[in-house]
């Protein structure tokens, strides 16, 4: 039971970094090609007060949108978002406070930012953690499952409508989805999805991640079916030397340290995927797909699951507190 359940997620999490690691040794970082002028557009970003978010909002600026950094690091956010504004580019950006673990802030940003009656053409899912130690959230949630997935899941289940009349045929509106490689060693358990019978944190954050995959392309098919001009991808940065590391166990950590200076994606080169997904022209009107390193990729065979997809949406649903109609 314990090497099922702890031993088994540690390995394959471990085995999908050095596949990545590998392929990163041979293949340069995804070049943004030219990207549409995006002034008057407005987007909101999670987790953009550092790492590839902060480096998301930057690029979204400079394409001319407003760009809400949505995070819970207030004074990080507020001087980042001040750097943003006086580099005079043709957009603009703001901070707002959003706790992603916390499913009442999470409710509290989307009600703000309604009330405020601008539209919302890119939402892009960026904030995450990983390998935190067992912990739960205030609403009893597993913290990866909240923070990288059901936070997400509630926010744009919230503003989708707001994304629905933004979107127009021929300039659609854009859901992009943070995932990662380590949703290839992940599994979704329906039964237990806040792991309370063996808590594995390698396992916690793999699921996150396949989870927010499973929900990008339900996601896509029910926006496909209402013939709404919004679309939805995942995307997968690679291997980024970001802060999500900093609960590597202690060898990990100086084993990464090296490593990281050669082969990891540096946070610009991690967010040009993101960037990519939330405006390019050759993705208008193109959702449902797996993006890793500006290519569409095939993503795990469990997550073309439809069965798993809905099933996880109705427990999503459930555990957000939000009721189907």
């Known amino acids: 039971m314990w090497f099922v359940s702890v ?23 995804f070049t943004l090609p030219v990207l549409p002028n995006q002034r008057g557009r407005v987007a909101i970003v999670t987790g953009g007060t550092r790492g590839m978010g902060l ?71 960026n904030a995450g953690t990983m390998l935190v130690p067992e912990r739960q959230t205030e609403d009893g949630l597993e913290f990866h499952l909240c923070l990288n997935y059901l936070g997400h899941f509630l926010l744009t289940n919230l503003l989708l409508d707001l994304l629905k009349t933004s979107g127009r045929q021929g300039r659609c509106a854009r859901v992009v989805n943070m995932s990662s490689a380590t949703h290839y060693a992940g599994e979704v358990h329906l039964d237990d999805l806040n792991r309370r019978t063996c808590y594995s944190s390698h396992g916690a954050y793999s699921q996150s991640k396949l989870a927010l995959v499973l929900f990008t392309y339900r996601l896509q098919e029910l926006l496909t079916a ?7 991808n995942a995307v997968d940065p690679g291997m980024v030397d970001t802060a999500l590391y900093d609960n590597l166990w202690t060898l990990a950590q100086v084993l990464k ?47 073309y699951d ?19 109609t």
């Open 7 to 29: 031993l088994l997620p540690l390995l394959r999490l471990y085995v999908c970094g050095i596949r990545v690691l590998w392929y990163q040794l041979f293949h340069r970082s």
């Open 55 to 125: 480096e998301t909002a930057k690029q979204l600026v400079r394409l001319g949108m407003h760009v809400i950094i949505a995070g819970n690091e207030t004074e990080e956010g507020l001087s980042a978002a001040q750097k943003m504004n006086d580099d005079r580019g043709e957009g603009q950006a703001e901070f707002v406070f959003l706790d992603l673990t916390s499913l009442k802030s999470v409710r509290h940003f989307a009600d703000s930012f309604k009330r405020r009656g601008l539209p919302l053409h890119v939402l892009v899912n």
């Open 226 to 232: 209402g013939g709404f001009a919004v679309t939805a």
């Open 257 to 303: 340290k090296p490593v990281a200076k050669v082969l990891f994606r540096t946070p610009a080169e991690g967010a040009s995927v993101s960037v990519y997904a939330a405006v390019a022209s050759d993705l208008e009107a193109v959702g449902g797909v797996y993006l890793y390193n500006g290519q569409k990729t095939q993503s795990s065979e469990l997550s």
């Open 306 to 324: 439809q069965d798993l997809q809905t099933q996880l949406w109705t427990k999503s649903w459930e555990l957000v507190g939000l009721h189907q």
